[in-house]
């Protein structure tokens, strides 16, 4: 956008054209984005809650600027807590709702995302041990386990229904 006071032209209003031309500011575009906004949850275990949150704040942020919707950190918070799908996730998200419950103000959205992400890092550790232990028992991989008291020694896979020897000590 070239003029007699920016001869070499002025970016800021190039910019402002372009995002004009490119970007709708239409009742159905907000629309649209509020539905996604409303749709977007947490499907899998699989899925990280980091890249949900930053889907979420992605589509918050597009309604901020772009309609001046502003939404604060309760309803982000409403949305996080009531659209986490995979039931390893259902004690945190109980004792999230608990406390949002009985004091709004008491939970921040920092909070709410730290607690999910830790159930997150506790769900892969439990995962993967207990992929580990599957692994193990299939190779064959044996324990034995020992109880100092009774003085027998217990040997079979890790999973003590499957015990087939006591030996004496």
Known sequence: SKSESFPDGNAAITWENLHNIYKPKSSAKQNDLEQRFNKCALQTMDQEPDTWFAELEAIKLELDM????KWDD???????????IPKEY??????LKRDFNSDQNKLTLKQVKDEIRQAYAN?????QSQKNSKDHEKKGHETVLLDKQNKRKYQGNTNFKKVRKVIKV
Not at 74 to 84: A, V, W
Not at 90 to 95: E, M, P, S
Not at 123 to 127: A, G, S, Y
């Open 74 to 84: 309760i309803k982000i918070i409403k949305h996080i807590l009531y659209n986490i």
């Open 123 to 127: 769900l892969k550790v439990f995962t």
């Open 90 to 95: 259902d004690i945190a998200v109980h004792a």
């Open 66 to 69: 772009d309609f001046q919707v």
